[in-house]
């Protein structure tokens, strides 16, 4: 079974400054999908970016970028320039690209605040 | 707005109550989840249905029915809840076979 583990349960960072958030994982399979969601106050969690496995090149979405190690099984989320609407809580999650989404798996979180 | 509502936003019931949470999706979505969220445990998904038929039961208790009337709307009928099912239900939409999935806001439940 896939698991995806955060070992961060809470990280907090000054306004502007940059911020990693660690996501590791656990599959055998060599196809799949990984996620970045993140679930502001507003509790409607938000697809931030996205990662297939077969791309080598790292996804970047604005301030959001990955470092995607996949010998290492490493998905981690940096933040740029943070906002005070980064605060939220941060989801990495799994799926393996032959299954559908019934299969995807969410880890525990994240909670980031931005300090103004 | 991601275009996924769900209705009740917070919902507070006894033991013996029945209640519904709603969700309604207009993006033309065909799959609809729903997770159950609680403090500190990944999200864990209920229901799935695609093209209005269940195709997921990941195992839930019978005092949760969910309801999937049209491609549209999602229902998730509740009758003699526990404390511990006291949680953020999420639901989300999909087109098939896309792995992006759409959320809405949730309904906050407490058990009493």
């Known amino acids: 079974a896939q698991t995806v583990t955060q070992s961060q349960p809470e990280m907090s960072v000054q306004e502007a400054e940059t911020v990693t958030l660690s996501c590791t994982y656990d599959?055998?399979?060599?196809?799949?999908?990984l996620f970045w969601y993140k679930q502001p106050p507003s509790r409607q969690m938000i697809l931030v970016i996205r990662?297939?496995?077969?791309?080598?090149q790292n996804a970047t979405e604005n301030r959001f970028s990955v470092n995607f190690q996949k010998a290492a099984k490493s998905f981690s989320l940096k933040i740029s320039d943070s906002q005070l609407g980064d605060t939220a809580m941060y989801f990495c999650?799994?799926?393996?690209?032959?299954?559908?989404?019934?299969?995807?798996?969410f880890g525990t979180g994240t909670r980031l605040t931005i300090i103004p | 707005e991601t275009g996924v509502t769900q209705t009740p936003r917070h919902l507070v019931m006894g033991m013996t109550n029945k209640k519904s949470l709603k969700c309604e999706q207009h993006l033309g979505h065909n799959a609809m989840y729903w997770y159950k969220q609680s403090a500190k445990k990944p999200l864990e998904l209920m229901f799935v249905?695609?093209?209005?038929?269940?195709?997921e039961n990941n195992s839930v208790p019978s005092r949760f029915s969910p309801e999937c009337p049209n491609s549209s709307h999602l229902f998730l009928h509740l009758h003699t809840l526990q404390p511990e099912d006291s949680a953020l239900y999420l639901c989300?939409?999909?087109?098939?076979?896309?792995?992006?999935?759409?959320f809405g806001s949730g309904t906050q439940l407490s058990v009493l």
């Open positions: 249905y695609n093209f209005k038929e269940q195709t």
């Open positions: 989300a939409s999909s087109l098939p076979g896309d792995e992006k999935l759409f």
């Open positions: 990662q297939e496995a077969y791309k080598q």
């Open positions: 599959t055998s399979e060599s196809n799949y999908y």
């Open positions: 999650a799994f799926i393996d690209s032959n299954f559908g989404n019934e299969k995807l798996t």
